[in-house]
Nanobody, 118 residues
Framework: QVQLMESGGGLVQPGGSLRLSCAVS????????MRWYRQAPGKQRELVAI???????NYEDSVKGRFTISRDNAENTVYLQMNVLKPEDTAVYYC????????????WGQGTQVTVSS
C-alpha cells in the first residue's frame, strides 16, 4: 500500500516562507511525475507545480519566481519551497505522484494547511 506523508504547513505572515515535504512510502515501482496541488475554500483544486523524474519543472503562473519544486529520487520525496507568500496562497496543499508504469496510477497525500495572514 502506497502512502504519502506531507508536512511543513502552518501559519505564516505575508512575505514569509514555508517548505512543504511529501514522503512516499510503500510498494511503488517507480515514480515518474510528482506534483503539488492546492485548494482554497470555495475553489477548485488547482495544479501549482510539477516535476518529472529528470528534474524538469513547470509552475502555475501566479507562483512562478516564488515557489520551487524539487525532488529526492533516492528518498521518494518531493518538496515545495514557498517564498514571498501572499494571502491568496492560503489553501490546503496536496502532493500527488504518478507511478511510472502502466496503468500509471496516481496517489494523493492527505493535504496540509497553509495559511498566510498577518
Amino acid at each position: 500500500q502506497v502512502q504519502l506523508m506531507e508536512s511543513g504547513g502552518g501559519l505564516v505572515q505575508p512575505g514569509g516562507s514555508l517548505r512543504l515535504s511529501c514522503a512516499v512510502s510503500g510498494s511503488i515501482f517507480s515514480i515518474s511525475v510528482m506534483r503539488w496541488y492546492r485548494q482554497a475554500p470555495g475553489k477548485q483544486r488547482e495544479l501549482v507545480a510539477i516535476i518529472n523524474k529528470g528534474g524538469v519543472t513547470n509552475y502555475e503562473d501566479s507562483v512562478k519566481g516564488r515557489f520551487t519544486i524539487s525532488r529526492d529520487n533516492a528518498e521518494n520525496t518531493v518538496y515545495l519551497q514557498m517564498n514571498v507568500l501572499k494571502p491568496e496562497d492560503t489553501a490546503v496543499y496536496y502532493c500527488n505522484v504518478q507511478e511510472g508504469r502502466i496503468p500509471f496510477t496516481t496517489y494523493w497525500g492527505q493535504g496540509t494547511q497553509v495559511t498566510v495572514s498577518s
